[in-house]
């Protein structure tokens, strides 16, 4: 699945969008594992939405305005 912000600029330079979904839940797994609490999870995946939006941000035609 996509898991980084450079395969989802690949992506995103052919396609409207990008699915992370496997991403999101391989990261909430990681969190719920390592017994980290409800406001550390929720900050972790905030943390990787923005490293994937980059991807999109940075895909030509995109995010210029």
């Known amino acids: 699945g996509i ?7 690949e992506v995103c330079s052919f396609a409207d ?3 992370v ?3 999101l839940i391989r990261r909430i797994d990681e969190e ?3 017994g980290s609490e409800r406001s550390v ?7 990787l939405l923005e490293e994937l939006m980059t991807g999109v941000m940075a895909s030509p035609g995109r ?3």
Do not use: F, H, N, P
């Open 17 to 19: 969008g990008a699915i």
């Open 32 to 34: 719920v594992k390592k």
């Open 41 to 47: 999870l929720v900050d972790s995946v905030s943390k």
């Open 3 to 9: 898991s980084s912000a450079d395969q989802v600029r």
């Open 21 to 23: 979904g496997s991403a």
């Open 63 to 65: 995010g210029s305005g």
